[in-house]
């Protein structure tokens, strides 16, 4: 078999539960043009040796869904991080983009940044500037006055009626957003706010879903409490950041819709907590009186098997772009999942909360090859996931 522009990927351990179409635990996988062809039973597929990789030892994925991150943020003191000019935070929101990448992150969501920056990285990257994850951005976050909301210069863009917020997801949509990002509730992070308290009424969260259904892009709602969750599921909004502190009509809601998905992010509290000196006395105090109340929240998604999606709010603690190993430890240590479900979360569920599984989230014929390779079995030992051996972004392997 010889074509132009075609890969092997020859005796590859596939999870079945993470590949369509295909039910052997070994295959080899034929990529032409970027996207997959065919998955053979393995070493059956006969090509040229330069169009050939061994996967011998090695576990096959798609590549990984960063569901929630900031490219704009690194972790650093906040207050010095506002002051660094546009032109360097955007060089810097690349090399994370990277970092990510590498990984094995190769798609990613960012849902918020300073001025619009990772709108103008974003649009880099789809016309091949540069090379980094496919990235699904929403630009400035929408969100009614609130305290705290000077403590990230430039990310929020303050709306305070149902019209102001119909006006403002216009703005993000001509900008190029692909998401609109609103505050339904306090935040932990942003000083003096209150992280469960509502803090926008009904009818202006009602007015910016019509407006961003009306232009086709998805809305994604910051909110830890139980009523704001509430309001979001009763809105259509489609993911729910957080959803930290849900009772059981929360978890009802979520069971019984089809159109809004929790979207997890257990890591930034463990963080806090296990690395609290040297974090602002706020990130602490509140991350500490949330976080039992967090962990049954989100095992009680996990009984009552509501679709989850997979995210680590990169970008909020310092070393975590690239690092989603301490998401996945977090949820199989102290959540209860299983190496297995972190996987699926990370993958199918996030391609199909997302609304891009015909494109990526499983291993299957005409999908595109965007595939992380992995020294082990990653669904056995979530470990594994920190031996990237290969990552293909529509088939091109990325430098390591």
Not at 75 to 90: I, L, S
Not at 210 to 229: D, F, I, N, Q
Not at 338 to 360: F, G, H, R, W, Y
């Amino acid at each position: 078999m010889r074509r132009k522009n075609m890969l092997v990927l020859r005796n590859a351990r596939l999870i079945q539960e993470l590949t369509e179409g295909y039910e052997d635990g070994q295959g080899d996988i034929v990529i032409e043009d970027g996207v997959i062809q065919e998955i053979r039973p393995a070493k059956t597929v006969t090509a040229p040796e330069e169009m050939t990789m061994d996967m011998t030892g090695k576990t096959v994925i798609p590549g990984l869904i960063e569901g929630h991150l900031h490219l704009d943020l690194c972790g650093m003191d906040t207050w010095e991080e506002n002051v660094q000019p546009d032109a360097y935070r955007t060089m810097r929101c690349l090399r994370l983009a990277q970092d990510n990448l590498r990984m094995g992150y190769t798609t990613v969501r960012d849902l918020g940044d300073r001025n619009n920056i990772v709108l103008s990285v974003t649009k880099g990257i789809r016309e091949g500037m540069a090379v980094g994850p496919d990235i699904l951005a929403s630009g400035m976050i929408l969100s009614p006055t609130e305290a705290g909301n000077d403590f990230f210069g430039g990310m929020y863009t303050e709306a305070d009626s149902p019209d102001e917020f119909t006006k403002a997801v216009r703005r993000q949509y001509q900008l190029g957003a692909d998401w609109i990002k609103i505050m339904g509730t306090g935040a932990i992070m942003n000083p003096g706010a209150v992280p469960g308290t509502p803090i926008l009424y009904e009818e202006e969260l009602q007015a910016a879903c019509r407006a961003a259904a009306y232009v086709g892009l998805p809305v994604a709602v910051h909110c830890h409490g139980e009523e704001g969750t509430k309001m979001c599921i009763r809105c259509g909004v489609r993911t729910v950041e957080h959803a930290s502190l849900l009772d059981d009509e929360c978890i009802r809601m979520f069971k019984d819709s089809e159109q809004t998905f929790p979207m997890l992010t257990l890591s930034p509290n463990v963080n806090f907590l296990e690395f609290s000196e040297g974090k602002p006395k706020h990130y602490v105090e509140k991350a500490r009186k949330m976080w039992e109340r967090q962990r049954e929240s989100w095992q009680a998604l996990r009984e009552a098997k509501v679709k989850i999606g997979w995210a680590t709010d990169a970008g909020v603690y310092e070393g975590s772009h690239g690092n989603g190993i301490y998401e996945f430890r977090a949820r199989v240590n102290m959540a209860g999942f299983t190496p297995l479900e972190c996987l699926i979360q990370a993958t199918k569920n996030n391609s199909e909360i997302l609304m891009i599984d015909d494109q990526v989230g499983t291993i299957a014929c005409g999908k595109r090859a965007n595939l992380v390779a992995l020294e082990g079995n990653p669904d056995e030992n979530i470990e594994v996931l920190n031996q990237v051996a290969l990552v293909l972004k529509a088939g091109q392997a990325v430098q390591r």
